[in-house]
């Protein structure tokens, strides 16, 4: 499967905390995006990182990509309440169809 | 801002019915995608389309089939509704290929198949 993983599955932290979460996956890519889904409601994109690209922000955003370990990151700053969402990786895959595989999901709680 | 419509929330349908679910979206994208979303699975592709009557095969087709008649409208059928069609569907655009474009969301489907 081409199918990204995220880890951890779930993440509870104190508003005000930095929010890391992780993304893995097994073949080369063209590109990596990132989503949030808000309980219930459909996704919504927060980022794109190209395969030559190692780095990207977006507001508090951080995003990461190291080909090499077949791996990304994303990190939220100064997390708030508003942020408690699932979060979810996505890649486009260099062979096959154009077509985004998405993981699991990290279900992150910010607690006030 | 680009809007994709999903024509329902929530439905409750018996098993062997013939379910329609509707999609729409606003901005002229070339493409749609139909995605199920179960707990521990996450998303999932159905089928997608890159032109008026065009579809592709997803990942998990069976069950499943599409009409995309005109360019704003891609329909997701289920010919004869069982329970584990019980999900949360998801309906997608994009202007271009994913190679250099995000996905724009609907807000979902919750589909209960009894």
């Known amino acids: 499967s081409q199918q990204g993983e995220e880890d951890p599955q779930a993440l509870s932290i104190q508003e005000g905390e930095n929010a890391t979460m992780n993304c893995s996956y097994k073949?080369?890519?063209?590109?990596l995006q990132w989503y949030r889904q808000n309980s219930g409601r459909g996704l919504v994109h927060l980022i794109l990182i190209r395969s030559n690209e190692r780095e990207k922000h977006s507001g508090r955003l951080r995003v990461t990509l190291d080909t090499s370990k077949k791996s990304s990151s994303l990190l939220i700053t100064a997390s708030r309440a508003a942020d408690t969402a699932s979060y979810f990786c996505a890649t486009v895959h260099l062979q096959g169809a154009q077509k985004l595989v998405f993981g699991q999901g990290t279900r992150l709680t910010i607690n006030p | 801002d680009v809007k994709v419509t999903q024509s329902s929330r929530y439905l409750v349908k018996r098993t062997g019915e013939k379910v329609f679910l509707e999609c729409v979206q606003d901005?002229?994208?070339?493409?749609m995608f139909w995605y199920r979303q179960d707990p521990g699975l996450g998303l999932r592709l159905i089928y997608f389309?890159?032109?008026?009557?065009?579809?592709e095969k997803g990942d998990i087709p069976e069950g499943y089939s599409v009409s995309r008649e005109k360019k704003e409208r891609f329909s997701l059928i289920l010919e004869s509704a069982s329970t584990n069609q019980t999900s949360m569907y998801l309906c997608?655009?994009?202007?271009?290929?994913?190679?250099?474009?995000?996905?724009?969301f609907g807000s979902g489907t919750q589909l209960s198949v009894l």
């Open positions: 073949t080369s890519i063209n590109n």
């Open positions: 901005m002229d994208h070339e493409n």
């Open positions: 997608a655009s994009s202007v271009q290929g994913v190679r250099t474009e995000k996905l724009f």
């Open positions: 389309s890159y032109d008026v009557k065009m579809k």
